[in-house]
């Protein structure tokens, strides 16, 4: 220890020596103001304090996956009173008290280390009775700030608040006539800030990033015009601040060393296929035969199904179901030698009276309720047990149970669904320091490694891959891909396509840089919603310019639109996922940044030409790797399609009609269905491939009069 604290002066004395960044402390009668390198951290006055502390409570009530958070704040104190201020070279402390409280102080220390970033936190002097706080950065009224996780309805942070607390994302979420069916049915409208993956970080136009170092619950408050106001369920925090001259170079990397994405899941595409092993197959066969690029079969129900109030439902006992899926395993050999995978489906809940519960109750391996016996929770129709991720022992044998029952069955990958769900009364029977709050927050990360370390066991890294929906901080070191969860079968901005997109660069900007979606969408209702053949054929298009094309037949497959409902689909989806096994090796070097160094795949088009101040409020568009401009179809019947041209020396081609532009500004291109509105860079490496997929994909289109 005593050699790590020398360790580090030496360091900080080292690079303080190095760089002419500097991290300064103004004190001026009772005001203070940190900056770094010009850069101004905060400016606490007695009258605007950096820290606010409060007593409060609050109630966490879960109802199938989403939360109701109830507060009451008792107490509030603000943290106005100035007691000393130190500084040396990189470092500054400064001790604070209240006018309120005579008895509380706490000391705020903020240091600058060679790894690059100024971290920050507070401890308390004394002891205290303080649960909450609010904690107030500077910010400029012209500053943007993206990214949060995965934030599916806005772009720009700006101006609004989010509360980082994973949930289900909602049905609907916004005040529109789906959210407010599903509200009336049962809380499930959802809200703009709803989602699987928070993250307590950002990034900010103003070149730097911030990571808070916890799993509380929290709001991040971007409303006001020269402050960030972050309210914590704490009376401490811990946060990292990068500061870099160029924006690419913000993104938090993956700090594990995840080999990439194989080749086989980002060539062609994964099949959503169900309901035993002969129609599996006979849809296998009818897309072969159309000549669809297929690279796997994913296969949801492989562990068979059950009947619930709410229909159909997948049997949650995590194993092959020999009656339902005869022969499977030879399916899966077979298919293998056809250089197609099989994938499967998992979650981190057993149902009440399967065998693997059965077992995981024996051994003490679910999370408990206050009376210490195994928690069973409401999922829909069914009582289900929560794996106990908290406790090694019960990770390290469920990670053994998906090695037994699904990699060693051939599985190639699987949809590792859920974690957002473990409530504040639910237990650990493992060893924790944290609060149920924070284990709720935690949960998705520890999914994520329960699967990865399935994957270290088999030595399968680089070849299995297991998709995730929930996150949080820390997932991106366990995740291989992201999926965007349950989006309507609909175009609306706030549930339906358009989201996805919003969702992969805040997501990306948040360092998990390799996501995709349910082609289509996945939440159904008839007669209210429902995929049409457009929405289905206009995902598909958009899916070829990601890394992961993968359909979804939906919760009630026969009201939707499947790339097997009639011919015409299925010829065209077969030419997309085509077009998208022949973009493969640009995909190979698209992925490759992702893990070599965190470039997110479908990037905002600031990250590439932060130079331009058109680029960065350009919310739906996204440059999938370094030379291509994608602008998806957000909207049912388009002819035509804006793109955004960013400014710059480099020039842009339509992939299809050839025409060559160049920015800043925006142009506007035909957009016949099988046709997405596309530009290379002119120059790229990639040309010569480009062109190719013109020309072998192209000639049918033709441009509106
Ligand atoms: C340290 O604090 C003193 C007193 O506020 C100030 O004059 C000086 O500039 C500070 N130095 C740094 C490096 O912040
Ligand atoms: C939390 O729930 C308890 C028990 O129902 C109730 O007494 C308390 O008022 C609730 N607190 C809040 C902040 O809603
Ligand atoms: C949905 O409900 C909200 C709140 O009750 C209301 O303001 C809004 O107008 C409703 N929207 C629609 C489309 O009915
Ligand atoms: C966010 O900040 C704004 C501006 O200070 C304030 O009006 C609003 O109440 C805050 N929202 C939340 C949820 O704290
Ligand atoms: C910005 O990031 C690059 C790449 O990581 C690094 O080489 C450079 O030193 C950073 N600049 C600063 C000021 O930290
Ligand atoms: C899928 O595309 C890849 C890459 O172009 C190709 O090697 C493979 O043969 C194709 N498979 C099928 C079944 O068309
Ligand atoms: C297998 O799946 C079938 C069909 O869904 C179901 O009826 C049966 O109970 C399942 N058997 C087991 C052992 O899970």
């Known amino acids: 220890m005593a050699d790590a604290r020398v360790m580090r002066a030496f360091l900080v004395l080292l690079l303080t020596t190095l760089t002419k960044a500097e991290l300064t402390q103004l004190v001026i009668g009772e005001e203070i103001i940190v900056s770094f390198d010009g850069h101004e951290i905060f400016h606490h006055t007695p009258e605007n304090p950096v820290i606010t502390f409060g007593v409060g409570t609050a109630n966490y009530t879960e109802d199938h996956g989403m939360f109701d958070v109830q507060e009451d704040i008792v107490a509030v104190v603000p943290i106005d009173r100035l007691v000393r201020a130190s500084n040396r070279t990189g470092s500054v402390r400064i001790t604070l008290g209240s006018t309120v409280d005579p008895e509380v102080e706490i000391r705020l220390t903020a240091d600058w280390y060679v790894f690059g970033y100024i971290g920050m936190f507070n401890n308390l002097m004394t002891h205290s009775p303080y649960n909450r706080m609010w904690l107030r950065l500077s910010a400029d009224a012209d500053e943007k700030v993206f990214g949060g996780g995965e934030q599916f309805t806005y772009f720009n942070l700006r101006g609004h608040h989010f509360p980082i607390w994973t949930s289900e994302q909602g049905v609907g979420r916004d005040a529109g006539i789906i959210a407010n069916i599903t509200d009336i049915e049962g809380d499930a409208g959802g809200e703009y ?219 190639r990958g699987w949809m590792a669904d859920f974690g957002e769900y473990t409530r504040t009364d639910m237990f650990t029977r493992g060893y924790t320091t944290e609060t ?186 996204y440059m999938f790797g370094p030379d291509l401009i994608v602008a998806p179809i957000i909207h049912k019947g388009e002819e035509s399609q804006t793109v955004y041209i960013p400014g710059g020396e480099d020039s842009w081609q339509h992939l299809w009609e050839g025409v060559i532009v160049s920015g800043p500004g925006e142009v506007e291109v035909s957009v016949p269905l099988g046709y997405p509105a596309v530009f290379y860079r002119q120059g790229s490496a990639w040309a010569p491939l480009f062109q190719e997929i013109a020309r072998d994909f192209g000639a049918g289109f033709v441009p509106r009069a």
């Open 193 to 411: 800030y709803t989602t699987y993956w928070p993250e307590p970080s950002f990034v900010s136009s103003k070149h730097y990033s911030l990571v808070f170092d916890d799993y509380n619950y929290m709001v991040m408050n971007f409303s006001a015009p020269n402050y960030h106001e972050f309210y914590i369920h704490d009376n401490s925090f811990m946060l990292r601040m990068y500061f870099n001259e160029t924006m690419m170079n913000l993104i938090p990397k993956r700090s594990n060393y995840l080999t990439p994405l194989p080749d086989w899941i980002i060539t062609g595409a994964i099949l959503s296929l169900q309901r035993g092993t002969q129609e599996v197959l006979d849809y296998y066969e009818l897309a072969k035969g159309a000549g669809v690029n297929v690279s796997a079969l994913w296969i949801q129900d492989w562990s068979g199904t059950t009947e619930t109030i709410f229909g159909h439902r997948v049997y949650w006992n995590w194993q092959w179901n020999e009656t339902y899926y005869p022969g499977l395993d030879e399916v899966i050999t077979g298919l293998a030698q056809e250089g197609v995978g099989v994938m499967a489906y998992i979650n981190p809940y057993l149902i009440e009276g399967s065998t693997l519960y059965e077992e995981a109750d024996a051994l003490g391996f679910l999370m408990a309720d206050a009376q210490g016996e195994s928690y069973k929770q409401d999922f829909g129709g069914f009582l289900a047990g929560t794996v106990d991720l908290v406790n090694s022992e019960a990770r390290d044998w469920y990670s053994n149970k998906i090695v037994e029952n699904m990699i060693n069955l051939g599985l």
């Open 436 to 621: 149920p709050a924070q284990i709720h927050n935690h949960f998705p990360s520890l999914w994520a490694s329960c699967n990865s370390y399935a994957l270290n066991i088999a030595g399968k890294h680089g070849e299995v891959v297991p998709f995730m929906r929930s996150g949080g901080r820390g997932s991106n070191r366990d995740t291989y891909l992201a999926w965007a969860g349950d989006q309507n079968v609909d175009w609306s901005l706030a549930d339906g396509v358009a989201s996805t997109i919003v969702a992969a660069l805040n997501l990306g900007l948040s360092g998990m840089c390799v996501t995709h979606f349910d082609i289509g969408g996945y939440t159904t209702q008839p007669p209210v919603l429902q995929r049409s053949k457009e929405l289905f054929l206009r995902s598909a298009e958009y899916a070829v310019f990601t890394p992961v094309m993968r359909t979804h037949e939906g919760n009630k497959p026969k009201a939707n639109h499947q790339f097997y409902s009639d011919e015409d689909t299925l010829q065209q989806f077969a030419r997309l996922t085509q077009m998208h096994a022949r973009l493969a090796p640009y995909t190979r070097a698209v992925v490759d940044a992702c893990f070599d160094a965190g470039t997110p795949a479908q990037a905002p088009m600031f990250l590439y030409f932060e130079e331009d101040p058109g680029s960065w409020d350009i919310q739906y568009q």
